[in-house]
């Protein structure tokens, strides 16, 4: 079993970068993706990224291409989600996650609310 | 992207009652089909994967069936921490997408 921690509630403004924190602990060798995704207030769930945490490897939503960065530090078991050119649309609640090896998600971050608000 | 069809976007039910959810992909994803559970401000749970294998701790009055593109997911005997929003979400392939989520509300 895996948990993970996120940062905190952050409130930016139109055209900022936001960066979210993911901190594995627990199992963490048995994690085999971990998905980032988002889900604006009353809406849906909606994939942004994945990243393999062994090689570092992201993949990114077509949505999202050229806006989202993912890193890890691998001496934390800590994966970073950067957001860039930030507008009223991307305000939402922000999960990481660990994905099983049938793609799916077991194991869920408690999700971080990103404001953008002028 | 594989498109999710989820019907229907809510249902009234009775504690007790049988309740019965559809989705339905845009093409076959075999059995590359999971559910979820949110309630209101938390995070989702997953409760079936690979369209019918129950996540380990969730109650058997939940079931999952379907293959290909048509999927049901059962809820035998509602209970009443069992009003929540229920997500379909295809893992076949990437990007995984979800349907747009059932609210299962008190009558």
């Known amino acids: 079993h895996v948990q993970l921690v996120q940062s905190g509630a952050e409130v930016k403004k139109p055209g900022a970068s936001v960066k979210v924190s993911c901190k594995a602990s627990g199992d963490t060798y048995t994690i085999y993706n971990i998905y980032w995704l988002r889900q604006a207030p009353g809406q849906g769930l909606e994939w942004m990224a994945l990243?393999?945490?062994?090689?570092?490897?992201?993949t990114y939503a077509q949505n999202f291409q050229g806006r989202v960065t993912l890193t890890r530090d691998t001496s934390t078991s800590t994966v970073y989600m950067d957001l860039s050119s930030l507008t009223s649309d991307d305000t939402a609640v922000y999960y990481c996650?660990?994905?099983?090896?049938?793609?799916?998600?077991?194991?869920w971050g408690q999700g971080t609310l990103v404001t953008v608000s002028s | 992207d594989i498109q999710m069809t989820q019907l229907p976007t809510s249902v009234s039910a009775s504690v007790g009652d049988r309740v019965t959810i559809t989705c339905r992909a845009t093409?076959?994803?075999?059995?590359?089909l999971n559910w979820y559970q949110q309630k209101l401000g938390a995070a989702p749970k997953l409760l079936i994967y690979?369209?019918?294998t129950l996540q380990g701790g969730v109650p058997s009055r939940f079931s999952g069936s379907g293959s290909g593109t048509n999927f049901i997911f059962t809820i035998s005997s509602l209970q009443p921490e069992d009003f929540a929003t229920y997500y379909c979400?295809?893992?076949?392939?990437?990007?995984?997408?979800f349907g747009q989520g059932t609210k299962v509300e008190i009558k």
């Open positions: 979400q295809q893992s076949y392939n990437t990007p995984p997408t």
């Open positions: 996650a660990t994905v099983g090896t049938y793609g799916h998600i077991d194991d």
């Open positions: 990243i393999h945490p062994s090689s570092g490897q992201p």
């Open positions: 093409q076959s994803i075999s059995t590359y």
């Open positions: 690979g369209a019918s």
